[in-house]
Each structure stands twice: as structure tokens, then as C-alpha cells.
């Protein structure tokens, strides 16, 4: 069988594809989230069980988290003894209570554009002014020079999303250190988010070099297969971490499940994650082969340094959200349209993640080409509405 197939009644819009895609989640090759579907079960399970044999979840946790957690945490990091560490519910919570607890009305923060809007939304409810450079093009990511260029009277912080979702994008030892050499320069706060750094063929961390005002947006997410755990947090110094714990709402402490699965994770990464980065790299050999056989799509960055990267349809006249929708409904393929990751670009790409077995990525390669070309055909007999599909409104 080819995917999960139609449903009954598909003329209602909008779309909601996460709603579908979770209803079938059993039958979809979820590409969609960068979430990462490789990690071998037998690391986590049992610790999950002990710990639900011994009713661990009648009690609080410690309310700052498990102390041996927090040091494989740090040493995962590699930062030194005496790190600020915050634990909180994915590192989305701690990016949310570093902007709130740092950032003031009409505090500028240079960022980019494509990102993850999500930390936008969260600068702008804390009053904050984002300053996206425009980096979909060579070589998509952020230089010194433009973000030294961007900085004036009202600069509080940079973001930094090192690799890059959605594009992919991976910053040299040279580049962190040059683009936190610009933060210190202005005083500036750097947000340096290492969701998938795991990923990364080799990565610095910005607190390295500049340790005064650098918070390390750390997840669990992806590296250890723990989306659905949602555990993650900022490690900083400990006065900065002070300062933002100000807002933690974690009082009673991060679920205690999540927690020894992380620690078990952690404790464990450097026998699995090798062969983790491996099938990641070969899945996003076999995508690219598929891309190339496509007329008029292109990959902006290869190789990914993260376990996702874009493919740019714009000049096919095909919408990614035509696209998102066909390859879901007809292949149980879930990939996912542009918008959500920007809002000058969006229409031109869909993002497409690939830590998954190598069979879910078959399903992507067997059906990207044709389906393509199906709604290509569509649009240029039906005129362009045809291709356009339909918005999807989906909450992550
Ligand atoms: C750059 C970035 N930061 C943070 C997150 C969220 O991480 P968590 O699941 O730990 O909340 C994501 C999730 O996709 C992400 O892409």
C-alpha cells in the first residue's frame, strides 16, 4: 500500500494536516518536524518503565532537576563546572523565558530569515523588535559583517541558530567566534540555539568564547529522539541563568519520565549517535538524488549540517502547501510547506526532514518527483489556483 489514502471528504478547508497526520501517525513517514526516529528503543525504554514500575510519577522530581542529569548535561555540552543551567519543557520554554526575563520594549534582535518563527513570536510578545536579515541566498546563513552592519542604539541581542533549521545551514569554528566577537563588542545577548547540533559534522558552541552573555538553547528534542518528552533548557552563566529563572515557571521541577529518559539518552549518545548521523547523511544522499531528477527544484544548501534542509519548488509554480497536502493525503508522506519558517520566502520551498529509517524516505523519493509534476500539470490545465491548495492550519 502506498500511504494511508484519501479521506473520505477532502473539499472542506482549511486543511488541517497536523490533525490528519496525528489521526494516521501509525501510517505516515513524518518528515515534518525534524524529529528523529533513530535512536534505538532499547536506550530509553527501560528507564522509562523502571522508572513507571516504581511510580516515580506519584512524587516531584527535584525541582531543579535530577542532579546527575544536569551533569551529563553540562559535560554533553562540554561547559564548565559552575554553568547556569535551567531544565525546562523542551528548550521552547527557555527561549521563551530568556525573552521575556531579557529583552524590553523596543529591544532589536537580529535574526534571520528563513528561521524558527516561533522564538520571533516570543521576542515580539516580550515587546521586542526583530531585525531578520534576508539569508536565502549564498551563503544562507548569517555573516559578522551583516549582523555587525545591522546592529544600532536599540541591538539587545543576536539569534543564532547553529545549524539552521529550516535550511540546514552549519557555522564554522571561525564564524561563531567571529559573529559572537560582534555580540561582546556591542554587549550584546546572543542566543545561541544548538537544537541539532548533534547533527552538525563538527560544531563550536558561542559560550566558548563569549561566556558573559551567551545563553545556550539546549533540547533533548532531537538529538536523543525525545520530542514527545518535551525536555530541553539554556545553560549560561550563572548570574544570566539567575536572571532569567526568574521566569521559570518550573518550580516543581521538568516531568520525571522525560527526565530519565534524557539521562539514559545522554549517558549513552556516543554508542548510538554515529550510526544516527550516518542514515541521516545517506537519507539526505537518496533525497537529493530525487530533487535532481525533479525539473525546476533545487536544494539551497547541501550538505545539511542539521537532520532537515529546504527544497525550493518556486520554480515550478507548484505551492509547497499543494505539495505538503498532496504528498500526505495520496503517499502518507509528511513534509512540511514554507510559511511556517517564513514569511518572505514560505511560498518557495517545503522542509523536508530526514532522521527517519530509510524506508520512510524511500516513500519521499518514490512520490516527490511525480507528485511534482502531477500538480504542475494541474496548474498550467486548471490555471494556477489548482496548484495553490489549501492553507493548513497546524499548531507546531
Ligand atoms: C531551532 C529550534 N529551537 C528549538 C526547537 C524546539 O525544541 P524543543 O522540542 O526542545 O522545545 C526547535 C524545534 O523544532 C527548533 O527547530
Given at each position: 500500500m502506498e500511504g494511508p489514502g484519501l479521506p473520505g471528504r477532502m473539499a472542506a478547508a482549511p486543511f488541517d494536516a497536523f490533525g490528519w497526520a496525528h489521526a494516521h501517525r501509525t501510517?505516515?513517514?513524518?518528515l515534518s518536524q525534524n524529529t528523529n526516529h533513530l535512536v534505538p528503543p532499547e536506550v530509553v525504554q527501560p528507564a522509562i518503565l523502571?522508572?513507571?514500575?516504581?511510580?516515580?510519577?506519584?512524587?516531584y522530581p527535584p525541582a531543579a532537576g535530577l542532579p546527575e542529569l544536569r551533569e551529563r548535561v553540562r559535560e554533553d555540552l562540554g561547559l564548565p563546572e559552575g554553568t547556569?543551567?535551567?531544565?525546562?519543557?523542551?528548550?521552547?520554554?527557555?527561549?521563551?523565558?530568556?525573552?521575556?526575563?531579557?529583552?524590553?520594549p523596543g529591544d532589536e534582535v537580529i535574526a534571520s530569515d528563513p528561521s524558527y518563527l516561533i522564538i520571533h513570536r516570543f521576542i515580539e510578545l516580550a515587546?521586542?523588535?526583530v531585525r531578520p536579515l534576508d539569508i536565502y541566498a549564498p551563503p544562507y546563513k548569517l555573516t559578522a559583517e551583516r549582523v555587525a552592519a545591522a546592529v544600532s542604539p536599540a541591538t539587545r541581542m543576536v539569534l543564532l541558530i547553529d545549524p539552521l533549521n529550516p535550511l540546514g545551514s552549519g557555522y564554522s569554528a571561525e564564524e561563531v567566534r567571529a559573529i559572537a566577537g560582534v555580540a561582546r563588542d556591542h554587549g550584546l545577548y546572543l542566543v545561541h540555539d544548538v537544537t541539532y547540533r548533534d547533527f552538525a559534522p563538527g560544531h563550536t558552541l558561542a559560550a566558548g568564547v563569549y561566556p558573559e552573555r551567551t545563553l545556550t538553547m539546549w533540547s533533548c528534542s532531537k538529538n536523543c529522539g525525545l520530542a514527545g518528552m518535551r525536555l530541553g533548557g539554556l545553560a549560561a552563566s550563572a548570574e544570566?541563568?539567575?536572571?532569567?529563572?526568574?521566569?521559570?515557571?518550573?518550580?516543581?521541577?521538568?516531568?520525571?519520565?522525560?527526565?530519565v529518559a534524557a539521562l539514559a539518552a545522554l549517558s549513552t549518545k556516543s554508542r548510538w549517535f554515529?550510526?544516527?548521523?550516518?542514515?541521516?547523511?545517506?537519507?539526505?544522499?537518496?533525497?537529493?538524488?530525487?530533487?535532481r531528477s525533479t525539473p525546476d527544484t533545487f536544494l539551497p544548501v547541501f550538505p545539511?549540517?542539521?537532520?532537515?534542509?529546504?527544497?525550493?519548488?518556486?520554480?515550478?509554480?507548484?505551492?509547497?502547501?499543494?505539495?505538503?497536502r498532496e504528498l500526505l493525503l495520496r503517499h502518507g508522506v509528511f513534509v512540511r510547506a514554507g510559511n511556517y519558517l517564513s514569511k518572505t520566502h514560505g511560498h518557495r520551498f517545503?522542509?523536508?526532514?530526514?532522521?527517519?529509517?530509510?524506508?520512510?524516505?524511500?516513500?519521499?523519493v518514490r512520490t516527490f518527483p511525480s507528485t511534482v509534476e502531477a500538480l504542475r500539470r494541474s496548474a498550467t490545465t486548471a490555471g494556477p489556483a489548482a496548484a495553490s491548495g489549501a492553507r493548513a492550519a497546524s499548531p507546531s
Open positions: 501510517e505516515v513517514a513524518w523502571e522508572a513507571v514500575r516504581e511510580r516515580r510519577y506519584e512524587g547556569g543551567l535551567l531544565l525546562s519543557a523542551g528548550a521552547t520554554e527557555s527561549l521563551y523565558m530568556a525573552t521575556r526575563a531579557l529583552l524590553h515587546g521586542g523588535v544570566l541563568a539567575k536572571e532569567v529563572g526568574r521566569f521559570n515557571t518550573n518550580d516543581l521541577g521538568v516531568n520525571i519520565l522525560a527526565q554515529d550510526a544516527v548521523r550516518a542514515t541521516t547523511r545517506a537519507n539526505q544522499d537518496r533525497i537529493r538524488a530525487a530533487v545539511s549540517a542539521a537532520n532537515m534542509f529546504v527544497i525550493d519548488l518556486s520554480a515550478t509554480g507548484v505551492s509547497p502547501e499543494a505539495l505538503q517545503v522542509r523536508v526532514s530526514f532522521s527517519n529509517p530509510p524506508e520512510d524516505v524511500e516513500r519521499f
